[in-house]
Antibody, heavy 115, light 108 residues
Framework: QVQLVQSGAEVKKPGASVRVSCKTT????????VHWVRRAPGQGLEWLGR????????TYAQKFQGRVTMTRDASISTGYMELSSLRSDDTAVYYC????????WGQGTRVTVSS | SSEVTQDPSVSVALGQTVRITCQGD??????TSWFQQKPGQAPVLVIY???KRPSGIPDRFSGSTSGNTASLTITGAQAEDEADYFC???????????FGGGTKLTVL
């Protein structure tokens, strides 16, 4: 049974950075890409990018190039997503997801950006 | 703007059949998945590889693709199917994943 457990809610000020973690249990962490997706209030799902846990190679959505960094620590089966220069419209629930068909999702991490 | 588009909302009477569509030229070349999301919950994969259903998903959910349009059909909609539905595929480069804007399904 694959489970993804994310870090807790964050409140940040505009201009700050946030890092969200995602720990995978129950499967080979290196087997599948880890994707990051967010959903802002009143908006749809938005793909931020993905990381290859084996190589560390990343692909970022063009919208977030230069602001997002995805890393991983394979020794503890954990992926990280850092978003910098936060704005109020980055307020959203951030999800990690993995699996051959992105069938496994974390519980979500609420990030609130407010002055 | 997304390279795949969906109608913002659709409604269906309880027990009837509803089709939710997703349009985009890249759907001709790349596989489509469908996700269901209910308020306060993480998305759930209901269809992958255009037509395949993960284990545990009721067989009233089915997927198809014709040309540049992917469809999610719910045959005999239930009250618990009321949710937001998102299609997912690739952009024209093939390197970026994209989601449709989502369709809010109301079961009357």
């Amino acid at each position: 049974q694959v489970q993804l457990v994310q870090s807790g809610a964050e409140v940040k000020k505009p201009g700050a950075s946030v890092r969200v973690s995602c720990k995978t249990t129950g499967d080979n962490f290196s087997a599948y890409y880890v994707h990051w997706v967010r959903r802002a209030p009143g908006q749809g799902l938005e793909w931020l990018g993905r990381i290859n846990p084996k190589s560390g190679g990343t692909t970022y959505a063009q919208k977030f190039q230069g602001r997002v960094t995805m890393t991983r620590d394979a020794s503890i089966s954990t992926g990280y997503m850092e978003l910098s220069s936060l704005r109020s419209d980055d307020t959203a629930v951030y999800y990690c997801a993995t699996g051959n068909d992105i069938e496994h999702w974390g519980q979500g991490t609420r990030v609130t950006v407010s002055s | 703007s997304s390279e795949v588009t969906q109608d913002p909302s659709v409604s269906v009477a309880l027990g009837q059949t509803v089709r939710i569509t997703c349009q985009g030229d890249t759907l001709r070349s790349y596989s489509t998945s469908w996700f269901q999301q209910k308020p306060g919950q993480a998305p759930v994969l209901v269809i992958y590889a255009r037509t395949k259903r993960p284990s545990g998903i009721p067989d009233r959910f089915s997927g198809s693709t014709s040309g540049n349009t992917a469809s999610l059909t719910i045959t005999g909609a239930q009250a618990e199917d009321e949710a937001d539905y998102f299609c997912n595929s690739r952009d024209s480069s093939g390197n970026q994943w994209v989601f449709g804007g989502g369709t809010k399904l109301t079961v009357l």
